[in-house]
């Protein structure tokens, strides 16, 4: 799929542009992408999935997890990432190391208490200068899987488009449908069975934990995350409710089979059916 179909497909406005408006935004936003940081969550364990090895590394089709997830963003443009690193953080540190990814630039935050995770190494790296607070950023984690190579610099266009029409600071990019992982069983009043459906589409949005925020945003994850609280703290229960009521946050849906979740050996082995 080109970029100026995804265009059309995602960004509810651009349906009405010209082919030369959309072929300018898209080389706009080549510039934007080289501004903006990835921030990438690595320090997951795979042990849910039987693996002694740290979740981003894990092989898929010839290459990793990370391998996947640092081509898309580097194909549309991205050339600045900052790694959260926690579980078995040599590991990742050493895989990094090893590569040169176009010339990219590199930042490593470490779990300086070795469990905080999450939100709090969101924060973490905030206070410590490893996320720039200056500049827009992206999150997002290997195990989520796109199948639109250019989604990242698409999803970008729509995030800035929608601050500048709304005022928002944060967007979600989020599945249109979602396909529950089980059958569903249609009943009568009486409770007999009426039909079954087999794991069907439900039409909600549905969270593919790729957000982009403004550097305004950055505040809330300084003012509500405590860093001594015991345990981890996810932002999306802190931070993310907060925006939203606010209404600082837009969605950018995607078609909902264009995105694959990685938690279980079961979902690894139809990813690797499903990608080359």
């Given at each position: 799929m080109d970029s100026t179909t995804d265009f059309l497909s995602i960004v509810p406005w651009v349906v009405n542009m010209s082919l030369k408006v959309l072929l300018d935004m898209d080389l706009s936003m080549d510039a934007e992408a080289g501004k903006t940081q990835v921030v990438l969550a690595v320090g997951g364990e795979a042990k849910r999935m039987g693996l002694d090895i740290p979740k981003a590394l894990i092989p898929l089709n010839g290459s990793t997890l990370l391998d996947r997830c640092m081509d898309m963003f580097l194909g549309s443009g991205f050339?600045?990432?900052?790694?959260?690193?926690?579980?078995?953080?040599?590991?990742?540190?050493?895989?990094?190391?090893?590569?040169?990814?176009?010339?990219?630039?590199?930042?490593?935050?470490?779990?300086?208490?070795?469990?905080?995770?999450?939100?709090?190494?969101?924060?973490?790296?905030?206070?410590?200068?490893?996320?720039?607070?200056?500049?827009?950023?992206?999150?997002?984690?290997?195990?989520?899987?796109?199948?639109?190579?250019?989604?990242?610099?698409?999803?970008?266009?729509?995030?800035?488009?929608?601050?500048?029409?709304?005022?928002?600071?944060?967007?979600?990019?989020?599945?249109?449908?979602?396909?529950?992982?089980?059958?569903?069983?249609?009943?009568?009043?009486?409770?007999?069975?009426?039909?079954?459906?087999?794991?069907?589409?439900?039409?909600?949005?549905?969270?593919?934990?790729?957000?982009?925020?403004d550097p305004a945003a950055y505040s809330y994850f300084i003012d509500l995350i405590d860093l001594n609280k015991p345990g981890p703290i996810e932002f999306e229960k802190v931070v993310m409710p907060i925006l939203a009521a606010k209404r600082k946050v837009y969605a950018i849906p995607i078609p909902p089979d264009s995105w694959l979740q990685i938690n279980t050996q079961k979902e690894l082995e139809q990813a690797k059916k499903m990608i080359d």
């Open positions: 050339r600045e990432f900052v790694f959260l690193l926690g579980y078995e953080d040599k590991k990742i540190t050493e895989y990094l190391d090893r590569f040169d990814f176009r010339g990219a630039k590199i930042t490593k935050s470490y779990d300086y208490a070795k469990g905080i995770a999450k939100g709090k190494a969101v924060k973490y790296a905030l206070e410590n200068g490893k996320i720039d607070a200056n500049k827009r950023s992206v999150f997002a984690w290997p195990d989520d899987i796109f199948l639109q190579n250019d989604l990242p610099k698409t999803v970008l266009a729509a995030h800035m488009e929608a601050s500048r029409r709304f005022g928002t600071i944060a967007s979600e990019v989020v599945a249109s449908a979602f396909r529950l992982p089980a059958g569903v069983v249609n009943v009568d009043e009486r409770g007999v069975v009426t039909s079954f459906e087999e794991q069907p589409l439900i039409p909600i949005r549905a969270s593919t934990g790729m957000r982009i925020f």
